[in-house]
């Protein structure tokens, strides 16, 4: 790596939308940093043969995108509890013996996200609403049980899948089913949409949205739009609003400081690179 200028990037298929490269090269810039964060459309049988490679070309790590966000743990020779817990990881490190480490942020992100919007935020406040399922809802849930809220409220339109969720995580999960999503608004604390209902493209949240009070933290991890139709109900009910853009920018920062040596910060600029 001696005299090697330190590369990072994302790899994924498709991989244009991606607003990762202009945040890295932000913070790059930023710190006066060498290097750069390179875009990669990988296809998912080319991928071990691709990550194997690219320490040779001076890359310190990537993040990983989906679709192959579940497939990595194969492929990864060290996989933290945390990626194992998830199901999934979106970080790797190339490390100097030449084992790739994989590691899951999302969490991290999340939380981190949720106390910069809204930093009164008390997790031990009551029950949490988690709308969906998937690789994100696994990553959401495991960071809301580390932060201690009492109860997690699972719901999804394919109730096996949330099922799985509550059989992973335990019994501070309850099952609801999606019909009922609406009418566990009211006894909810923090409300978290996990799904990509709600995202430019896809169909709309059809979810009653009567039943959020105010006070509750309602926080949706589509950021295209911004504001999405959940964040703009609950802004109009009163509620605490936190848009998906900083989940995004926060589980970038441990990734960064590992592979660049500079712990970056979060700030209105680093939002502004992101949205441009």
């Known amino acids: 790596m001696a005299g090697k ?3 990072a990037g994302v ?15 932000h913070w790059l810039k930023t710190y006066g940093i060498p290097g750069d964060y390179i875009p990669m459309d990988v296809a998912a049988h080319d991928l071990p043969e691709v990550l194997r490679a690219l320490p040779k070309a001076g890359f310190v790590g990537v ?24 199901g999934a990881a979106n970080t790797l490190i190339f490390r100097k ?16 996200n949720l106390k910069a919007g809204a930093p009164n935020w008390n997790p031990a406040a009551g029950p949490a609403t988690v709308l969906g399922a ?9 960071s809301l049980l580390d932060a201690g809220v009492p109860e997690i409220l699972v719901t999804n339109r394919t109730r096996v899948r949330a099922e799985k969720l509550a059989d992973d995580f335990g019994k501070r999960l309850t099952i609801i089913d999606w019909v009922q999503a609406g009418n566990i608004l009211e006894e909810s604390a923090l409300v978290v949409n996990t799904t990509s ?15 959020l009070r105010r006070g509750t933290v309602v926080t949706d991890l589509v950021y295209t739009p911004l504001k999405t139709d959940l964040l703009a109900a609950a802004e109009a009910a009163g509620c605490v609003t936190v848009d998906g853009l900083g989940m995004l920018l926060h589980q970038a920062v441990p990734a960064f400081e590992r592979w660049f040596g500079q712990r970056p910060e979060v700030d209105s600029l680093t939002r502004a690179a992101a949205l441009r």
Not at 97 to 112: C, L, Q, R, S
């Open 134 to 142: 998937g690789g994100a809802a696994r990553a959401v849930v495991a």
């Open 197 to 211: 209902l709600g995202m430019i493209g896809k169909p709309a949240m059809r979810v009653p949205l009567d039943g």
């Open 97 to 112: 013996d030449g084992k790739i480490h994989a590691d899951n942020t999302d969490g991290y992100g999340f939380v981190e």
């Open 11 to 25: 790899i994924g298929s498709p991989i244009s939308h991606s607003k990762s490269p202009q945040l890295h090269r």
């Open 63 to 86: 993040n990983i995108t989906i679709p192959h966000k579940e497939t990595i743990l194969e492929i990864a020779d060290l996989v933290t509890d945390r990626a194992t817990l998830i």
């Open 5 to 7: 200028i330190p590369l």
